[in-house]
């Protein structure tokens, strides 16, 4: 298992840039695969961005274009880049770190808030 901090998630205007970072401990971060999900009021968690053990991403189609996902194994950071914030970018952000069924693990999320 492996335990999971986010952190950078603030109130800023639309179109600004943040970063978020999640730290993770406990365990070997260079074999977990991370995903970056929100959650905004009232609907359904969603997977925003993910990348691989071996650094393959993928993005949901909202945010392609905008937001960029990388690791730094040598931190056990995982980051989540967002430029051009939109509005309905707004959602409590989740870190997950998963390897295989039985050993997926959240973080405690941290809210970000598009608004001008």
């Known amino acids: 298992q492996v335990q999971l901090v986010e952190s950078g998630g603030v109130l800023v205007p639309p179109f600004w840039s943040l970063r978020l970072s999640c730290a993770a401990s406990?365990?070997?971060?260079?074999?977990?695969?991370m995903g970056w999900y929100r959650q905004a009021p009232g609907k359904q968690r969603e997977l925003v961005a993910a990348?691989?053990?071996?650094?393959?991403?993928t993005y949901v189609d909202s945010v392609k274009g905008r937001f960029t996902i990388s690791r730094d194994n040598a931190k056990n950071t995982v980051y989540l880049q967002m430029n051009s914030l939109k509005p309905e970018d707004t959602a409590v952000y989740y870190c997950?770190?998963?390897?295989?069924?039985?050993?997926?693990?959240w973080g405690q999320g941290t809210q970000v808030t598009v608004s001008s």
């Open positions: 990348i691989t053990s071996g650094s393959t991403t």
């Open positions: 406990g365990s070997i971060f260079s074999i977990y695969n």
């Open positions: 997950n770190a998963q390897l295989g069924p039985k050993n997926n693990n």
